[in-house]
Each structure stands twice: as structure tokens, then as C-alpha cells.
């Protein structure tokens, strides 16, 4: 493709962009075709010869966009957000073109230094304190996985690095029964296996019980085993419930154990004040890490890592074969030692744009409206009998369920999951399930770029109108 086509075609798909962001609301949240249909329209080996970019752009909208779950719909109440934003679309467009990789400082002096001022910015709108050295990773299953690997490594003395897991003594791992199953896939991929890792159970609040998490490492102490690890949540997955960082971190000191902070969606809430209360105790952490592709306006992937030893993070992860060394060795970052991957991409100009686009003010108000509207969300539920909470509402996560006095206890979960796929064949808003105390909820949550709190109207006015038609 020569220069002028390229401009040509850039400038029909940057409006084509702009009417998307405009009008996905027109679009069903969750794409409704069937498994297959896609597939049967794409054909079965690549072209010999090269196509019209006209023709595959046509192809792309009447074939492709049918099966698109369109995450920036701002009736998109599923999972946890990954929202996304006009700045944060720019920037994504630039580090395209130059097809950056930033492996190392020399590959791009630009995103690495970039990257450490950035997160040094999120540093301190998270308030997480002094002493916290921070890198983008692609998502927060690895910046667990580097967090358990960082923990293998310093109670092993380094020994699995060189030896394999044979020079280890049996390690073993703790988190709560609510937290995310990244946990159990990094204790999987870091070969110590799912019998390393200890589900501990949690309190009426849905948080971990510091007390049987204590009990249960004294235990393993007692039976000739090696706590290397403990993976604290914030905003659990299901219920969006807090780990009590404080008490933890404690028990973590008393018995040199690794501790790190699984902050995935809740981490962002902490650039207000007002929600600070769940990092006391952030002084006692070793790895804490948060997505704001998540709920910071930020296109996914852009998972926020931080740990205080950013040495011990290298000691783990560093390598230096001949070919990545550079004549600036040793006197600055090179990121490729700190992340799984070798290469990087530029992810930092997004979140440098985000930022300086919204100001830390004005994402903090998206974030409050955001709140308040889950808030009243939960208001609605509440006052209405046939409908109750199922979990104490946290910050954008609502879990509740339709539950009208005639239904017999029996039907409930049966009658929600009916309600639940209802709901999303219909098209006009995306919620997804969730089992609270074992039985079925329906889980709701606030946080799209594009939401506004008629959209939260619409949306209950939605669920009551189905649930009717039940
Ligand atoms: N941790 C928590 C608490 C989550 O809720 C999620 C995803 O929702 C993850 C980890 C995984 O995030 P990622 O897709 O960035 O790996």
C-alpha cells in the first residue's frame, strides 16, 4: 500500500472510528450469533494474491462486526469493565504506526523512560506510598505470575532459578477462596502445582480470614513446609469484596513471607480518598498490581505492576544473552527484565495520554459517577420486593437476584438463569452470573466509559421488564 492510499483509507476508517464511538450504543451489547457463523464466512486459506483494502474493509463490517461484543457499549455491565477512551484510541494509533517494541532502553528510549515516570505518576494518584518501583505488564494473571515466581525464588535462595523446583523446599501458597483463578494458573505455570496452593475461607464480608490464614501457616510450618507466598485480593472478582491488607501484611512480616496485592479492578477506586481505607497496611506489601485497562479509561492490555525491590523483580526474571546487550548496560532500564515477554510494547503513550487528556480530576469524577450510580442501582434493587442484594454493594459491582414471593426457594436459581440469558439474548444491556453462598446471582457492574446514569435507568427498567414477561 503506497503513501496516499494509506492516508486515504486511515482517514475513511478514522471516521468510521468516530461514528463506532458515537453510535455502539445502537449496536447489541453481546454479539448474538451462533458458534460457527463467523467462521463460515472467512475463507479457508489465505489469498495468493493481495486484495482491496475497499473489499476487506466492506468484508470487516457486514461479516466480522456481527460478532463483536462491543466492551465499549455503555449498556456493557458484564465481568468487570475494560473500558477504553477517545485519548487512549489516539495514542493506540500512534504506537501502531511506529510499530514500536521496547524491549530494552535502546529499542525505544522514549517508552521506557515514559514507563517509569507514568507508573511514578500512578504511584502517587493511588497513594501507595514511597519505596514502590513500578512496570507495565500485559494483564494482572502476570503480574501474579511474576509476583509468585519473585516469592519462589527469594525463600528458595535463589535455588529454583538454577536448580529447578528439586533444589526447593515444598512451598506453598495462600489466598482466599474468593480470589482469581489467575492464582491458581500462576502456581500451575510456575511448577509448583495446585496442591502448593491453600484456599483459605472468608468471612460473612466475603474477605480472607486473617486468623485461619495464620492458623494454616503455622500448620504447614509444623508439617515441613515452606510458606513462600501470600496473594491478597481488592475487589474480588465475584463480589468485588477487600482483603484486609493490615492484618496480612503482619502475619506476612512475622514469618518472612512474600506478600503481594491482586488490585485488578478495585486498584483504580484508590485515586480517590475516599476509598483509601482499603490499602491500609500498603507499607507491608512487596508486589501490589492493578489494570487500568480495566476501569482507568485505558485500552486493554495495561496492567500497572509495582514492587519494592525492583532488584529482586531482575534477580528473578533477568537475562543477558549476547545479542540483547547494549553500550548503555547497567545505567538504565532495560523493562525486558522485568515482565515475562522479551518484547514489549509501547503501552505507557496510552496511559500518558489518558492521564494528561482527563487530568486526575477528571477521572476521578468518572469514577465517582460511576460509584454513585451502582449506589442507586442497589437503592432500586433494595425497594423493589420481588428483587434483593445478594452482596453488599462494592464501589461499580452490584450482585443481586429477581426473587418474587410466589417462587418457590427451589425455582430461584433456575428462574435467575433463565432471567440472566434472557436478558443478554435480548441485546439491549450484558450482565453476567455469579454464585454468592452457592446460590445463582446476577452480577452488574458500573464502570463503562460511555455510561451515564440514564443508561443505569434503562437498564433496570430492562431487567424489570423481563422479569416480568417470565
Ligand atoms: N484478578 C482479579 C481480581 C480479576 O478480577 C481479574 C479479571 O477480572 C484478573 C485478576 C485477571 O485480569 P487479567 O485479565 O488482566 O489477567
Redesign the pocket.
Same mark, same amino acid.
Not at 139 to 142: F, I, P, R, V
Given at each position: 500500500m503506497n503513501p496516499e492510499d494509506f492516508r486515504r483509507h486511515a482517514h475513511a476508517f478514522v471516521d468510521w472510528m468516530a461514528d463506532y464511538m458515537d453510535n455502539v450504543q445502537d449496536y447489541p451489547v453481546r454479539s448474538q450469533i451462533k458458534p460457527g457463523e463467523i467462521a463460515s464466512k472467512l475463507t479457508a486459506s489465505a489469498p495468493e494474491v493481495g486484495e482491496e483494502m475497499a473489499l476487506i474493509f466492506e468484508d470487516f463490517k457486514r461479516d466480522i462486526l456481527p460478532g463483536m461484543t462491543h466492551w465499549q457499549h455503555p449498556n456493557f455491565h458484564a465481568?468487570?469493565p475494560g473500558n477504553s477512551s477517545p485519548p487512549s484510541v489516539l495514542a493506540e494509533m500512534l504506537t501502531a504506526s511506529m510499530g514500536a517494541q521496547c524491549m530494552v532502553w535502546e529499542t525505544s528510549p522514549a517508552a521506557t523512560e515514559m514507563e517509569t515516570r507514568v507508573m511514578d505518576w500512578l504511584r502517587k494518584m493511588l497513594a501507595l506510598g514511597e519505596g514502590f518501583q513500578g512496570v507495565i505488564q500485559d494483564?494482572?494473571?502476570?503480574a501474579?505470575l511474576v509476583a509468585i515466581l519473585m516469592a519462589r525464588e527469594k525463600v528458595s535462595g535463589w535455588a529454583a532459578n538454577l536448580g529447578g523446583l528439586k533444589e526447593c523446599p515444598p512451598l506453598t501458597f495462600y489466598t482466599s477462596i474468593e480470589?482469581?483463578s489467575?492464582v491458581l494458573k500462576a502456581v500451575k505455570v510456575a511448577g509448583l502445582g495446585e496442591s502448593s496452593l491453600r484456599l483459605i475461607g472468608a468471612d460473612d464480608q466475603f474477605a480472607i480470614r486473617a486468623d485461619l490464614l495464620e492458623e494454616t501457616i503455622e500448620h504447614d510450618i509444623a508439617d515441613g513446609y515452606c510458606p513462600a507466598g501470600v496473594i491478597a485480593?481488592l475487589?474480588?472478582?465475584g463480589v468485588g469484596a477487600n482483603d484486609p491488607v493490615r492484618a496480612i501484611g503482619e502475619i506476612c512480616k512475622a514469618h518472612d513471607i512474600f506478600f503481594h496485592v #491482586?488490585a /485488578?479492578?478495585a486498584g483504580s477506586a484508590l485515586i480517590l480518598p475516599e476509598h483509601r481505607d482499603m490499602i491500609d497496611g500498603i507499607e507491608l506489601v512487596d508486589s501490589f498490581s492493578f489494570?487500568p485497562?480495566?476501569w482507568l479509561m485505558t485500552n486493554f #492490555?495495561c /496492567?500497572a505492576h509495582f514492587v519494592r525491590s525492583a532488584d529482586d523483580l531482575v534477580r528473578t526474571l533477568g537475562i543477558l544473552p549476547e545479542y540483547l546487550k547494549t553500550v548503555n548496560q547497567g545505567q538504565v532500564i532495560d523493562y525486558r527484565d522485568w515482565s515475562v515477554p522479551l518484547g514489549r510494547r509501547f503501552r505507557a503513550l496510552k496511559l500518558w495520554f489518558v492521564i494528561r487528556s482527563y487530568g486526575v480530576e477528571g477521572l476521578q469524577a468518572i469514577l465517582r459517577d460511576h460509584i454513585a450510580w451502582a449506589d442507586e442501582l442497589a437503592g432500586w434493587i433494595e425497594a423493589d420486593p420481588e428483587f434483593e442484594m445478594m452482596a453488599p454493594k462494592r464501589l461499580g459491582l452490584v450482585n443481586f437476584r429477581y426473587r418474587p414471593q410466589e417462587l418457590a426457594e427451589a425455582e430461584v436459581d433456575q428462574v435467575n438463569e433463565t432471567l440472566l440469558n434472557r436478558i443478554n439474548d435480548d441485546g439491549r444491556i450484558y450482565l453476567t452470573r455469579n454464585k454468592v453462598g452457592g446460590r445463582f446471582a446476577i452480577r452488574f457492574s458500573v464502570g463503562q466509559t460511555r455510561t451515564t446514569e440514564a443508561h443505569i435507568e434503562s437498564a433496570w427498567a430492562v431487567i424489570k421488564e423481563i422479569a416480568q414477561g417470565l
Open positions: 465481568y468487570f494483564s494482572a494473571s502476570s501474579t480470589a482469581h489467575s485480593t475487589g474480588t472478582t #491482586d /485488578a479492578w489494570n485497562h480495566k #492490555d /496492567a
